[in-house]
């Protein structure tokens, strides 16, 4: 019996928690696995170090089980478990390579068949066990023993009825907005077995049809998190890598969303080449990114615009601006971040405004706090978070209203931003400019209440200073002076009689909380009134090589 949390029963786990629907999910194991899917995520050797000692950081969270399974972890958060049920840590120990490490995890997976044969909330949800076949199969060379002994038939029998239950899960109850790994898992599964093989077809053309569900026609993700676009390439990578692998022909649709993924990753790298921080994204590690786009053999220029993932990009000399606005809408069921008009601006490798970044755990009050208006790079109205309006149908204006305008390699964007309109009774106006050589950047938010009866209200407009950066304010209290790590030093001038500093937080990666500044420019509305903020980011001397960065 396991130790992690125990997630609130519904009758669909009352059924499949069933001694009736266990017995039906009895099927013949057979000795070895068809074909092995492709992995084309590198694991790290070192890692299985620590993991051999108990030590599992997983999620931004680390616990140390001297001579235990994992498993019998006490008093871990939810999203620990999910991780661990996963088995995205079974690469580092291939990664390894050792007898010893394949000594190591099998004992580690005999134990999990035995704890976990049966049908068991949280580990065997569909996303999760989705992402465990799949792992499970790419490592398989790893994890096999040449003699088609006990553990094998064991790890076989388990993976066979994960799948069995995977695919009438989806046949039955499956509602998720997302199933793209799910119809994953299936099809490898499936044409991994001889006996399975005449279904792998069918499952192949689903599994193309989710593709074009969850990669829009711009290449972004469904939900428009930059980093589950990129974990979302390695899987179509991978499944082209295993197609090639079995001499199979390559769905023309795999192809173009490889095509279109590939751009739009490219579209959310910074100077660094690590990702934006949008809608629950995080950093993926230095050199991820590169190592991913040059394995995809698409070459292409970043675009200027996502339309309809809804996100604008300037770049002008080193600078680059990377801006949310959430053009043709968001899906309602789509995860809460609220960054409508918010940016993220960095100057070759450094980034300098960012957004605060995410928390994995849902049910942590930090994923509410991140997820909130004010900590993005944007207005923000009291308590109120911005709303984005639903999805529009194609060919149809909706609310937002955005456009880029160039003159002389300078470029202005112009926002409307109807999201607090509902929530707020505020209509809200931005304009940013950006300078031909990248070394000024001018803004404008205008705020009008909509409701004549209104007595007062307030707003702010935050910029979150990267943690990296140096800041200091002036003694007239009017411009603030920033230093970056690569010597580049800025001034932020604003037509207030003073700009604030306060304090703030940076969470790029699961469990990091690093302090940082905001500068906040706090406004005051009376009664159906308009008021306008300007600001502007000047560059004051850059040490740095402009074929640097």
């Known amino acids: 019996m396991s130790n992690k949390p125990s997630p609130k029963r519904t009758i669909k786990d009352m059924v499949f928690s069933s001694s009736l629907y266990s017995s039906s999910l009895k099927i013949r194991t057979p000795k070895r696995l068809l074909h092995t899917p492709v992995d084309v995520i590198p694991g790290v050797g070192d890692k299985a170090d620590t993991l051999f000692k108990g030590c599992f950081l997983l999620e931004g969270v680390e616990n140390k089980l001297n001579n235990k399974e994992p498993w019998l972890a006490q008093k871990m958060p939810h999203h620990w478990h999910r991780e661990l049920h996963r088995f995205n840590w079974v690469r580092d120990f291939s990664a390894n390579g050792s007898d010893a490490a394949k000594r190591h995890v099998r004992a580690l997976l005999t134990n999990w068949v035995h704890s976990f044969e049966e049908y068991e909330p949280l580990i065997w949800d569909p996303d999760i066990i989705a992402r465990r076949l799949v792992n499970w199969m790419q490592q398989s060379p790893f994890l096999l023993t040449s003699n088609d002994g006990d553990f094998n038939y064991k790890f076989l029998r388990s993976l066979r009825k994960q ?313 007239g209290g009017r411009s603030l002076l920033m230093m970056t790590r690569q010597g580049t030093g800025w001034q932020f001038l604003t037509s207030l009689s003073e700009a604030g500093l306060e304090e703030s937080i940076y969470c790029s990666r699961p469990g990091e909380k690093r302090h940082n500044k905001q500068i906040v420019l706090r406004g005051r509305l009376h009664g159906a009134e308009t008021l306008t903020i300007k600001w502007a980011l000047h560059q004051k001397s850059d040490s740095t090589s402009d074929s640097k960065g």
């Open 163 to 475: 799948l069995q239950h995977l695919q009438r899960y989806c046949r039955y109850f499956a509602r998720e907005k997302d199933q793209f790994l799910f119809y994953l898992a299936l099809y490898l599964g499936n044409v991994c077995f001889t006996d399975t093989q005449p279904q792998a077809h069918r499952l192949l053309q689903k599994l193309m049809a989710e593709i074009e569900k969850v990669i829009l026609s711009d290449g972004c993700h469904v939900s428009r998190n930059p980093s589950q676009l990129l974990e979302t390439l390695a899987d179509l990578i991978s499944l082209r890598e295993t197609l090639n692998r079995m001499e199979a022909p390559i769905p023309e649709g795999l192809e173009q969303a490889i095509d279109r993924a590939t751009t739009a990753v490219r579209f959310f790298q910074h100077g660094d080449g690590d990702l934006a921080l949008f809608n629950g994204s995080k950093l993926m590690g230095e050199g991820t990114c590169d190592q991913l786009l040059a394995i995809s053999n698409i070459l292409g220029r970043s675009p200027h615009s996502m339309k309809e993932g809804g996100f604008e990009r300037l770049k002008a000399g080193r600078s680059l601006i990377l801006f949310e606005t959430g053009l043709a809408g968001r899906p309602q069921n789509a995860l809460p971040y609220h960054g409508a008009g918010s940016f993220e601006f960095s100057y070759g490798r450094d980034r300098i405004i960012v957004n605060c970044g995410a928390h994995p755990d849902p049910e942590s009050p930090w994923h509410k706090a991140l997820a909130a208006t004010a900590a993005h790079s944007t207005l923000s109205v009291g308590d109120a978070n911005a709303v984005f309006p639903a999805p529009v149908k194609e060919g149809a204006e909706g609310p937002i209203q955005v456009s880029v305008e160039e003159e002389g390699g300078s470029l202005l964007l112009v926002y409307r931003n109807p999201c607090f309109e509902q929530s707020a009774k505020i209509r809200h106006l931005r304009r940013i400019y950006l300078s031909s050589d990248g070394r000024e950047i001018r803004g404008e938010d205008t705020v009008e209440t909509l409701d004549p009866a209104a007595d007062t209200t307030d707003f702010a407009v935050r910029f979150h200073i990267h943690p990296d950066i140096s800041i200091s304010k002036s003694l």
